[in-house]
T-cell receptor, first 112, second 117 residues
C-alpha cells in the first residue's frame, strides 16, 4: 500500500520560479527521502531527512519535516528546465537497510 | 564508482511467456532491492536481499515471481508465466552496509521496461 501521498500530482512553472511539493504519510517513520525520476530513467536520491530533524538544505533544495502532521515539503528554488522530472517522497520505517515506501509522485514541468 | 547495472533495458513478451531480468549492484553493497513501478505510480518493493539471503519477500507474488542473488552480488528476477498486469518498469536498487554514511540511501539502476501483450 502507498504510504506517502504527494501533492500536487502535477505542477507546471516558469523557469526561475520556485516549486513546492508536499508529501503526507500515515505511520511513524525513521526517515523520509526525496527522489527524482527523469522520464524513462531510474530514480536519483536527492535528500534524506531523519525523524528528529525539521529542515535540511542541499544546494537549491530545501526539505522540511513535520512529524506531528506527518508531512514533508520539498522546495526547489530558482527552477531550471533540467529540473523537469517526477519527484517522489519515500519513507523509511526503520533505521539501516530497510525498504522504502514510495508515494505516487509529483510531475514537475519547468518551462523555459 | 560504477552505478547499478540492469539488463535488458526493454522487453516485450506475450502473456504466459517467461522473462528474466538481471541486476548488478554497486560493488560492495550488501543490500539489494527489486521494485516494480507501474505507470503513473511510485515504485513498490518486491523483494529485499541482504547478501544472498532474503530479508523481505512479503509482496512478491510467489506463484509467478522468483528471485535469487547468487554469491551475494548479482541478482535475477524471473516472471513465469507473465500476465498483462505485469507490464511495468522493474527497478533494482542497492545500498551499502558500512560504518558511517547513510545506509538508508538507495541507489537505483535505470530499470527494465516490460510490456506484456
Amino acid at each position: 500500500s502507498q504510504q506517502g501521498e504527494e501533492d500536487p500530482q502535477a505542477l507546471s512553472i516558469q523557469e526561475g520560479e520556485n516549486a513546492t511539493m508536499n508529501c503526507s504519510y500515515k505511520t511513524s517513520i525513521n526517515n523520509l527521502q526525496w527522489y527524482r525520476q527523469n522520464s524513462g530513467r531510474g530514480l536519483v536520491h536527492l535528500i534524506l531527512i531523519r525523524s528528529n530533524e525539521r529542515e535540511k538544505h542541499s544546494g537549491r533544495l530545501r526539505v522540511t519535516l513535520d512529524t506531528s502532521k506527518k508531512s514533508s515539503s520539498l522546495l526547489i528554488t530558482a527552477s531550471r528546465a533540467a529540473d523537469t522530472a517526477s519527484y517522489f517522497c519515500a519513507t523509511g520505517l526503520g533505521s539501516g537497510n530497510t525498504p522504502l515506501v514510495f508515494g505516487k509522485g509529483t510531475r514537475l514541468s519547468v518551462i523555459a | 564508482e560504477a552505478g547499478v547495472a540492469q539488463s535488458p533495458r526493454y522487453k516485450i513478451i506475450e502473456k504466459r511467456q517467461s522473462v528474466a531480468f538481471w541486476c548488478n549492484p554497486i560493488s560492495g553493497h550488501a543490500t539489494l532491492y527489486w521494485y516494480q513501478q507501474i505507470l503513473g505510480q511510485g515504485p513498490k518493493l518486491l523483494i529485499q536481499f541482504q547478501n544472498n539471503g532474503v530479508v523481505d519477500d512479503s509482496q512478491l507474488p510467489k506463484d509467478r515471481f522468483s528471485a535469487e542473488r547468487l554469491k551475494g552480488v548479482d541478482s535475477t528476477l524471473k516472471i513465469q508465466p507473465a500476465k498483462l498486469e505485469d507490464s511495468a518498469v522493474y527497478l533494482c536498487a542497492s545500498s551499502p552496509r558500512r560504518a558511517g554514511g547513510n545506509q538508508e540511501t538507495q541507489y537505483f539502476g535505470p530499470g527494465t521496461r516490460l510490456l506484456v501483450l
